[in-house]
T-cell receptor, first 114, second 112 residues
Framework: NAGVTQTPKFQVLKTGQSMTLQCAQD?????MYWYRQDPGMGLRLIYY???????DKGEVPNGYNVSRLNKREFSLRLESAAPSQTSVYFC?????????????FGPGTRLTVL | EDKVVQSPLSLVVHEGDTVTLNCSYE??????LLWYKQEKKAPTFLFML????IEKKSGRLSSILDKKELSSILNITATQTGDSAIYLC????????????FGAGTILRVKS
């Protein structure tokens, strides 16, 4: 049981390049999330998927797109990377079960855009 | 705008000290508040608190929610160097399932 996995762990891009961050979970959770974390700003929600087949914008969606490929996988795409997108990206998943709101996080992807 | 504010932003203590971290929120349709500990990588879950006001404990850590004050505290007694981390508070909106709004975090450093 690996929990939430993310690839790659590190990535360096040039301005204007595109890339896709991959996320997968093996906990059979319905909901999945993408966050970015910048110094002094905590975690900010980029997009989320409450269930397979649905996606919604979070707090900072501009410059990103997502795909909920199936129940396990939720990918984040940067179509034209900008230096402002240099950040650490975390994927998370959760199951709304009674009063449980816990989200489980992947190890993160450290992205640098030059 | 809904927001979550944590204080202090950072603090340094010595091993054995007791620390109290604060989290206040301005969130409509509050559902629950979560505390996470983040060391070098992913945040790991500590506690979930609801309006019931029940204190949660785990070893040297404890946390409680004050629904009147719209705030929560996280206490760590007899601190150890392994407690050094960023402590994140997040609030769940009732209207959005369990979409989380995070505070900026408190950086705790415990010196030996």
């Amino acid at each position: 049981n690996a929990g939430v996995t993310q690839t790659p762990k590190f990535q360096v891009l040039k301005t204007g390049q595109s890339m896709t961050l991959q996320c997968a979970q093996d906990m059979n959770h319905n909901s999945m999330y993408w966050y970015r974390q910048d110094p002094g700003m905590g975690l900010r929600l980029i997009y989320y998927s409450a269930s397979e087949g649905t996606t919604d914008k979070g707090e900072v969606p501009n410059g990103y797109n997502v795909s909920r490929l199936n129940k396990r996988e939720f990918s984040l795409r940067l179509e034209s990377a900008a230096p402002s997108q240099t950040s650490v990206y975390f994927c998370a998943s959760s199951e709304i079960r009674g009063s449980t709101d816990t989200q489980y996080f992947g190890p993160g992807t450290r992205l640098t855009v030059l | 705008e809904d927001k979550v504010v944590q204080s202090p932003l950072s603090l340094v203590v010595h091993e054995g000290d007791t620390v109290t971290l604060n989290c206040s929120y301005e969130v409509t349709n509050f559902r629950s508040l979560l505390w996470y500990k983040q060391e070098k990588k992913a945040p790991t879950f500590l506690f979930m608190l609801t309006s019931s006001g029940i204190e949660k404990k785990s070893g040297r850590l404890s946390s409680i929610l004050d629904k009147k004050e719209l705030s929560s505290i996280l206490n760590i007694t007899a601190t150890q160097t392994g407690d050094s981390a960023i402590y994140l508070c997040a609030v769940v909106w009732l209207e959005y399932g369990n979409k989380l709004v995070f505070g900026a975090g408190t950086i705790l450093r415990v010196k030996s």
